[in-house]
Protein backbone atom coordinates (compact mmCIF):
# COMPACT_ATOMS: atom_id res chain seq x y z
CA UNK A 1 0.00 0.00 0.00
CA UNK A 2 1.17 3.56 -1.02
CA UNK A 3 2.11 5.47 2.24
CA UNK A 4 3.76 9.02 2.82
CA UNK A 5 4.72 9.39 6.32
CA UNK A 6 5.38 12.93 7.84
CA UNK A 7 7.36 14.33 10.94
CA UNK A 8 7.02 15.67 13.38
CA UNK A 9 3.33 15.88 13.23
CA UNK A 10 3.25 19.73 14.50
CA UNK A 11 6.11 22.03 15.83
CA UNK A 12 6.41 25.47 17.27
CA UNK A 13 9.63 28.01 16.60
CA UNK A 14 10.48 31.28 17.00
CA UNK A 15 10.72 33.68 14.41
CA UNK A 16 14.14 33.73 12.53
CA UNK A 17 14.59 30.35 13.49
CA UNK A 18 15.08 27.40 11.05
CA UNK A 19 13.51 23.91 10.90
CA UNK A 20 13.17 20.99 8.61
CA UNK A 21 10.69 18.84 8.34
CA UNK A 22 10.61 15.27 7.72
CA UNK A 23 8.65 12.94 4.69
CA UNK A 24 9.10 8.94 4.57
CA UNK A 25 7.37 7.05 1.33
CA UNK A 26 6.47 3.50 0.09
CA UNK A 27 5.25 4.86 -2.85
CA UNK A 28 6.53 2.25 -6.03
CA UNK A 29 7.20 2.86 -8.49
CA UNK A 30 8.37 6.33 -7.64
CA UNK A 31 7.69 9.74 -10.15
CA UNK A 32 7.70 12.60 -8.14
CA UNK A 33 7.85 14.19 -4.53
CA UNK A 34 5.98 17.32 -4.59
CA UNK A 35 6.06 19.88 -1.14
CA UNK A 36 3.18 22.06 -0.25
CA UNK A 37 2.44 24.93 2.32
CA UNK A 38 -1.55 25.03 3.04
CA UNK A 39 -2.81 28.13 4.90
CA UNK A 40 -5.92 27.57 7.14
CA UNK A 41 -9.18 26.83 5.15
CA UNK A 42 -7.52 27.20 1.88
CA UNK A 43 -5.93 25.12 -0.98
CA UNK A 44 -2.38 23.90 -0.99
CA UNK A 45 0.55 25.70 -2.96
CA UNK A 46 3.52 24.52 -4.85
CA UNK A 47 6.34 24.86 -3.03
CA UNK A 48 8.79 22.40 -4.89
CA UNK A 49 8.79 19.33 -7.31
CA UNK A 50 11.74 16.67 -7.57
CA UNK A 51 12.24 13.57 -9.87
CA UNK A 52 13.75 10.77 -9.26
CA UNK A 53 17.19 12.19 -10.57
CA UNK A 54 16.94 15.57 -8.33
CA UNK A 55 18.23 15.29 -5.25
CA UNK A 56 17.74 19.12 -3.88
CA UNK A 57 15.47 22.09 -5.17
CA UNK A 58 15.16 25.41 -3.99
CA UNK A 59 12.65 27.65 -3.47
CA UNK A 60 13.51 30.83 -1.90
CA UNK A 61 13.75 30.33 2.00
CA UNK A 62 12.40 26.61 1.28
CA UNK A 63 14.94 24.05 0.18
CA UNK A 64 14.29 20.25 -0.48
CA UNK A 65 16.09 17.34 0.06
CA UNK A 66 15.38 13.82 -1.46
CA UNK A 67 16.77 10.67 -1.04
CA UNK A 68 15.30 7.87 -4.02
CA UNK A 69 17.31 5.20 -2.53
CA UNK A 70 15.95 5.78 1.19
CA UNK A 71 12.86 7.17 0.36
CA UNK A 72 13.10 9.79 1.99
CA UNK A 73 12.50 14.06 1.92
CA UNK A 74 13.01 16.94 3.94
CA UNK A 75 11.94 20.38 3.91
CA UNK A 76 14.14 22.96 5.20
CA UNK A 77 12.93 26.70 5.75
CA UNK A 78 15.40 28.94 6.58
CA UNK A 79 14.82 32.06 8.79
CA UNK A 80 11.35 31.51 9.69
CA UNK A 81 8.67 33.94 9.14
CA UNK A 82 5.62 34.30 10.71
CA UNK A 83 3.65 34.17 7.82
CA UNK A 84 5.08 30.46 7.49
CA UNK A 85 3.09 29.47 9.62
CA UNK A 86 1.07 26.99 8.02
CA UNK A 87 0.44 22.83 7.13
CA UNK A 88 3.53 21.73 4.95
CA UNK A 89 2.52 18.62 3.03
CA UNK A 90 4.47 15.69 1.31
CA UNK A 91 2.68 14.19 -2.18
CA UNK A 92 4.46 11.03 -3.52
CA UNK A 93 3.35 10.66 -7.06
CA UNK A 94 4.01 7.22 -8.39
CA UNK A 95 1.51 4.31 -10.27
CA UNK A 96 2.39 2.18 -13.15
CA UNK A 97 0.79 2.83 -16.48
CA UNK A 98 1.42 6.29 -16.96
CA UNK A 99 -0.86 6.69 -13.11
CA UNK A 100 -0.24 9.66 -11.37
CA UNK A 101 -2.38 9.17 -8.41
CA UNK A 102 -0.72 11.01 -5.86
CA UNK A 103 -0.68 10.10 -2.05
CA UNK A 104 -0.49 12.80 0.20
CA UNK A 105 1.00 12.67 3.93
CA UNK A 106 -1.06 14.08 6.65
CA UNK A 107 1.13 17.35 6.83
CA UNK A 108 3.14 18.90 9.80
CA UNK A 109 1.75 21.66 11.09
CA UNK A 110 4.14 24.41 11.59
CA UNK A 111 3.59 27.65 14.41
CA UNK A 112 5.94 30.53 14.03
CA UNK A 113 6.05 32.87 17.45
CA UNK A 114 7.68 35.93 17.56
CA UNK B 1 -5.11 35.37 -15.17
CA UNK B 2 -7.44 34.00 -12.76
CA UNK B 3 -6.47 31.00 -10.90
CA UNK B 4 -8.68 27.86 -9.77
CA UNK B 5 -11.94 28.80 -9.02
CA UNK B 6 -14.09 26.48 -6.90
CA UNK B 7 -17.89 27.45 -5.97
CA UNK B 8 -19.69 27.59 -3.82
CA UNK B 9 -16.82 28.28 -0.45
CA UNK B 10 -19.34 27.11 2.10
CA UNK B 11 -21.87 24.71 1.66
CA UNK B 12 -24.18 22.95 4.27
CA UNK B 13 -26.62 20.13 4.02
CA UNK B 14 -28.34 17.43 5.63
CA UNK B 15 -27.98 13.53 5.95
CA UNK B 16 -29.38 12.02 2.71
CA UNK B 17 -29.48 14.83 0.52
CA UNK B 18 -27.07 15.57 -2.66
CA UNK B 19 -24.87 18.08 -3.46
CA UNK B 20 -22.62 19.84 -6.54
CA UNK B 21 -19.72 21.35 -6.31
CA UNK B 22 -18.10 23.24 -9.72
CA UNK B 23 -14.99 24.15 -10.57
CA UNK B 24 -12.82 26.18 -13.32
CA UNK B 25 -9.11 25.46 -13.72
CA UNK B 26 -6.79 27.35 -14.79
CA UNK B 27 -6.68 29.12 -18.19
CA UNK B 28 -4.66 26.65 -20.42
CA UNK B 29 -5.50 23.54 -18.09
CA UNK B 30 -7.16 20.89 -19.29
CA UNK B 31 -7.19 17.95 -16.52
CA UNK B 32 -9.11 18.52 -13.42
CA UNK B 33 -8.27 16.30 -10.11
CA UNK B 34 -11.05 16.59 -6.90
CA UNK B 35 -9.48 15.98 -3.86
CA UNK B 36 -11.53 15.33 -0.15
CA UNK B 37 -9.59 16.80 2.54
CA UNK B 38 -10.82 15.63 6.39
CA UNK B 39 -10.42 18.07 9.08
CA UNK B 40 -6.31 17.38 9.95
CA UNK B 41 -5.66 15.18 7.73
CA UNK B 42 -4.15 15.43 4.08
CA UNK B 43 -5.79 15.13 0.62
CA UNK B 44 -7.53 12.02 -0.41
CA UNK B 45 -7.19 11.68 -4.38
CA UNK B 46 -11.10 11.00 -5.94
CA UNK B 47 -11.28 11.56 -9.53
CA UNK B 48 -9.15 12.46 -12.36
CA UNK B 49 -11.02 14.32 -15.62
CA UNK B 50 -9.81 15.05 -19.11
CA UNK B 51 -11.37 14.91 -22.58
CA UNK B 52 -14.40 15.11 -20.38
CA UNK B 53 -13.69 11.58 -18.96
CA UNK B 54 -12.68 10.16 -15.51
CA UNK B 55 -9.47 8.43 -15.87
CA UNK B 56 -8.72 7.32 -12.84
CA UNK B 57 -10.53 7.12 -9.89
CA UNK B 58 -9.41 6.70 -5.73
CA UNK B 59 -11.11 4.59 -3.03
CA UNK B 60 -14.22 6.35 -3.18
CA UNK B 61 -18.44 5.12 -3.27
CA UNK B 62 -20.16 5.17 -6.40
CA UNK B 63 -22.29 7.88 -4.25
CA UNK B 64 -19.14 10.46 -5.76
CA UNK B 65 -19.31 11.52 -8.98
CA UNK B 66 -18.36 13.81 -11.77
CA UNK B 67 -18.25 15.53 -15.03
CA UNK B 68 -15.89 17.53 -17.51
CA UNK B 69 -17.53 19.86 -19.64
CA UNK B 70 -16.18 20.82 -23.26
CA UNK B 71 -14.90 24.33 -21.69
CA UNK B 72 -12.88 21.92 -19.17
CA UNK B 73 -14.56 23.05 -15.89
CA UNK B 74 -15.52 20.24 -13.95
CA UNK B 75 -18.53 19.18 -11.75
CA UNK B 76 -17.99 16.66 -8.54
CA UNK B 77 -21.70 15.36 -7.25
CA UNK B 78 -21.74 13.44 -4.33
CA UNK B 79 -25.24 11.31 -3.46
CA UNK B 80 -27.26 10.33 0.06
CA UNK B 81 -24.64 12.60 1.97
CA UNK B 82 -23.26 11.11 5.52
CA UNK B 83 -22.24 13.40 8.03
CA UNK B 84 -18.42 11.72 7.71
CA UNK B 85 -18.91 13.40 3.85
CA UNK B 86 -18.27 16.50 5.95
CA UNK B 87 -14.45 17.80 4.64
CA UNK B 88 -13.02 20.34 2.38
CA UNK B 89 -13.26 19.14 -1.08
CA UNK B 90 -10.16 20.40 -3.10
CA UNK B 91 -9.85 20.49 -6.91
CA UNK B 92 -6.92 20.84 -8.95
CA UNK B 93 -5.99 21.24 -12.52
CA UNK B 94 -3.06 20.48 -14.77
CA UNK B 95 -1.94 21.31 -18.07
CA UNK B 96 -1.97 19.31 -21.17
CA UNK B 97 0.93 16.84 -21.07
CA UNK B 98 1.85 17.46 -17.18
CA UNK B 99 -0.37 16.27 -15.28
CA UNK B 100 2.16 16.25 -12.27
CA UNK B 101 1.91 19.91 -11.79
CA UNK B 102 -1.18 20.97 -9.90
CA UNK B 103 -2.34 24.07 -9.29
CA UNK B 104 -5.33 23.83 -6.49
CA UNK B 105 -7.84 26.11 -5.52
CA UNK B 106 -9.17 27.23 -2.19
CA UNK B 107 -12.17 24.69 -1.98
CA UNK B 108 -15.47 23.98 -0.66
CA UNK B 109 -16.11 23.38 3.07
CA UNK B 110 -19.21 21.34 3.31
CA UNK B 111 -20.63 20.36 6.49
CA UNK B 112 -23.50 18.00 6.65
CA UNK B 113 -25.45 17.84 9.52
Known amino acids: KNQVEQSPQSLIILEGKNCTLQCNYTVSPFSNLRWYKQDTGRGPVSLTIMTFSENTKSNGRYTATLDADTKQSSLHITASQLSDSASYIC?????????????FGRGTSLIVHP | DAGVTQSPTHLIKTRGQQVTLRCSPKSGHDTVSWYQQALGQGPQFIFQ???????QRGNFPDRFSGHQFPNYSSELNVNALLLGDSALYLCASSPRGAKNIQYFGAGTRLSVL
Open chain 2, 49 to 55: YYEEEER
Open chain 1, 91 to 103: VVSGGGGGSYIPT
